[in-house]
């Protein structure tokens, strides 16, 4: 309520308000952001400074202590973001520089906005040094990312493949696989990211290539296709989706559709998803015709869409769900018996 007013005030040119309004509050995290955002651009930044610095101070002092204040650690970030913003950017490098190379910090957000500002201004010695030290794994993405911007790509290449026979990390994978893609090298990317395909989750890096190629089916289906690409460890199923809406994709709707038939778990009602390879495929007709004969809420909120893309908006918004009957459907899901995996026993799963 308080940044919102603040917001208002600003504007309506009544800045000055707006700081006042903050102060009283401005040892909450939420409220210093709010303050250096709303004073963007209203020249006010020596006043912000002014209010920051006590906070900026302290955390520095529990680090000193050794002691964590999550209530400050923001504040070292805010400070160099607006030295940067009034024209002092070497002066906000000097200062969160120091702090970084005496450990006087809280969060690695406090190192990473550190490695973003010496990006920015070009400071590439200072990052190259940042980059190759202790701190590797949260900052090297940002001196690749910086050398790419400046049309340095294969010095950037060289610099993560030197990471990753250094020290195989998952993370320095995911970027270079990533930055490969990026440049239409997908059998690159592939062969970097192969050795976490079969890792768990988060850092499974198969996923990854997978979300940047729903747009492009015939890649996606090279990528599933690719002889070393294994099953989404602990989430084969979604192999099976990816490889049947990229099927659709080609109009190949019908091996998209023996794919879901043959793989039904863990998925919603198959004909609705029968319905949206179709649609993928560019068959709206097709998919409005199946979405109209099962008439269930959920079909209708997907035959809205479809009707949608035909540019037929009167007979989309009739045949939409009320909100009285969405509710009425997600009550009914939630007293639904559920199997051993967590699934619904009964439609729509």
């Given at each position: 309520m308080?940044r919102?007013f603040a917001e208002?005030?600003?504007?309506a040119?009544r800045v000055?308000?707006a ?8 040892g ?6 709010a303050?250096v955002?709303?004073?963007e651009?209203?020249e006010?930044d020596?006043?912000?400074l ?6 900026a ?12 204040d999550?209530s400050?650690s923001?504040?070292?970030?805010l400070q ?7 024209g002092?950017?070497?002066e906000?490098?000097?200062?969160l ?7 006087r910090?809280l969060?690695?957000?406090t190192l ?6 010496l990006?920015?201004h070009g400071?590439?010695?200072?990052l190259r040094?940042l980059a190759s ?8 993405h940002?001196?690749?990312?910086a ?21 195989d990390?998952?993370?320095?994978r995911?970027w ?9 090298r997908?059998?690159?990317a592939?062969?970097?990211a192969e050795?976490g395909f079969?890792?768990?989750?988060c ?5 990854p290539?997978?979300?940047p190629?729903l747009?492009?089916?015939e890649e996606?289906?090279?990528?599933l296709?690719?002889?070393?690409t294994?099953p989404?460890h ?7 989706w ?5 099927l659709?994709g080609?109009g190949?709707?019908q ?11 863990p998925?919603?009602d198959p004909?609705?998803v029968?319905?949206?390879l179709l649609?993928?495929a560019?068959?709206?007709a097709a998919a ?18 479809v009707l949608?893309?035909q540019g037929?908006a009167?007979e989309a918004?009739?045949?939409h769900?009320?909100v009285?009957?969405?509710?009425a ?11 051993k995996d967590?699934?619904?026993?009964e439609p729509?799963f």
């Amino acid at each position: 309520m308080c940044r919102h007013f603040a917001e208002l005030l600003t504007k309506a040119g009544r800045v000055d308000e707006a700081i006042d309004l903050l102060v009283p509050h401005i040892g909450e995290p939420w409220i210093r952001t709010a303050l250096v955002e709303i004073t963007e651009g209203q020249e006010r930044d020596e006043r912000v400074l002014e209010l920051i610095a006590p906070h900026a101070e302290a955390a520095r002092r529990a680090r000193d202590d050794g002691r964590w204040d999550s209530s400050r650690s923001d504040s070292q970030e805010l400070q160099a973001r607006v030295l940067e913003r009034a024209g002092c950017a070497d002066e906000a490098i000097r200062v969160l520089g120091k702090d970084i190379a005496g450990r006087r910090f809280l969060v690695q957000n406090t190192l990473t906005a550190y490695a973003e500002l010496l990006a920015r201004h070009g400071r590439f010695d200072e990052l190259r040094e940042l980059a190759s030290g202790q701190d590797a794994h949260a900052v090297l993405h940002i001196y690749a990312d910086a050398l790419r911007d400046r049309g340095r790509a294969e010095e950037a290449e060289t610099v993560m493949r030197d990471a990753i026979a250094a020290d195989d990390w998952v993370g320095h994978r995911a970027w270079l696989s990533s930055a490969l893609l990026r440049d239409d090298r997908l059998d690159d990317a592939i062969t970097v990211a192969e050795p976490g395909f079969s890792w768990y989750d988060c850092s499974n890096l198969l996923a990854p290539l997978v979300h940047p190629l729903l747009d492009r089916p015939e890649e996606l289906l090279h990528l599933l296709e690719h002889p070393l690409t294994v099953p989404h460890h602990g989430h084969e199923e979604f192999q099976h989706w990816w490889r049947a809406f990229a099927l659709a994709g080609l109009g190949r709707v019908q091996e998209a559709i023996a794919v879901v038939e043959a793989h039904p778990d863990p998925w919603a009602d198959p004909r609705i998803v029968k319905a949206g390879l179709l649609s993928t495929a560019g068959r709206l007709a097709a998919a409005a015709t199946e979405l109209q004969a099962l008439g269930t809420v959920k079909a209708r909120e997907e035959l809205f869409e479809v009707l949608v893309r035909q540019g037929r908006a009167a007979e989309a918004i009739a045949a939409h769900p009320t909100v009285a009957e969405q509710r009425a459907a997600e009550a009914k899901t939630a007293s639904a018996p559920l199997r051993k995996d967590g699934y619904s026993v009964e439609p729509p799963f």
